[in-house]
């Protein structure tokens, strides 16, 4: 069964670098999606992608951030000055466009030291 | 914006045992998705529930959706270890953002 997968599983970084998460939906997927998880918090939205465009976007989502789809299969998530309080499980999800199920990822849990 | 509340927050049940998970918001309900986690993984997708008395089931896992109550519960009938876990419900229109609620950890004991 296809399946979302994200690497890498685990990102150890010095606070100020800059990190790349990626992603591979689905293939036959045209939405995607980044959220975030705190350790014993919420999973929060970040950020929608479709149609090659930002559609939608949360209050967390500022400056630092960005998304691009860079080629057919790939969806990055880029850090560009890492907090301390960016340390979190980074989950991608994509969708079709006949459901409306959202299909995640296994996570990136990004530690920022 | 849009707040999920679930309850009860974490729940142990012996094997074989039947439970139920509520999820209420507070505004109206488009759409309600029930999701599994496990500890430090990825979130599995259950089931999507859309319309008012809407009822689906999956195995022994059945969630029901109160749209005038703005709620919906997930039913574990018969639980087993490997139905242990973290319960999340989530709530938003198609295509747009998910907002989820705090979870429900599962424990289930032999």
């Known amino acids: 069964e296809p399946e979302v997968t994200q690497t890498p599983s685990h990102q150890v970084t010095q606070m100020g670098q800059e990190v790349i998460l990626r992603c591979v939906p689905i293939s036959n997927h045209l939405y995607f999606y980044w959220y975030r998880q705190i350790l014993g918090q919420k999973v929060e939205f970040l950020v929608s992608f479709y149609n090659n465009e930002i559609s939608e976007k949360s209050e967390i989502f500022d400056d630092q951030f960005s998304v691009e789809r860079p080629d057919g299969s790939n969806f990055t998530l880029k850090i560009r000055s890492t907090k301390l309080e960016d340390s979190a499980m980074y989950f991608c999800?994509?969708?079709?466009?006949?459901?409306?199920?959202?299909?995640f990822g296994p996570g990136t849990r990004l530690t920022v030291l | 914006s849009q707040e999920l509340e679930q309850s009860p927050q974490s729940l142990i049940v012996q094997e074989g045992k039947n439970l139920t998970i509520n999820c209420t918001s507070s505004?109206?309900?488009?759409?309600l998705y029930w999701y599994k986690q496990k500890y430090g993984e990825g979130l599995i997708f259950l089931m999507m529930l859309q319309k008012g008395g809407e009822e689906k089931s999956h195995e022994k896992i059945t969630a029901k959706l109160d749209e005038k109550k703005q709620q919906s519960s997930l039913h574990i009938t018969a639980s087993q270890p490997s139905h242990a876990g973290i319960y999340l419900c989530?709530?938003?229109?198609?295509?747009?953002?998910?907002?989820f609620g705090t979870g429900t950890r599962l424990q289930v004991t032999l």
């Open positions: 999800a994509s969708k079709t466009s006949g459901r409306n199920e959202q299909f």
């Open positions: 505004k109206t309900l488009y759409g």
């Open positions: 989530g709530a938003g229109v198609p295509a747009s953002k998910l907002t």
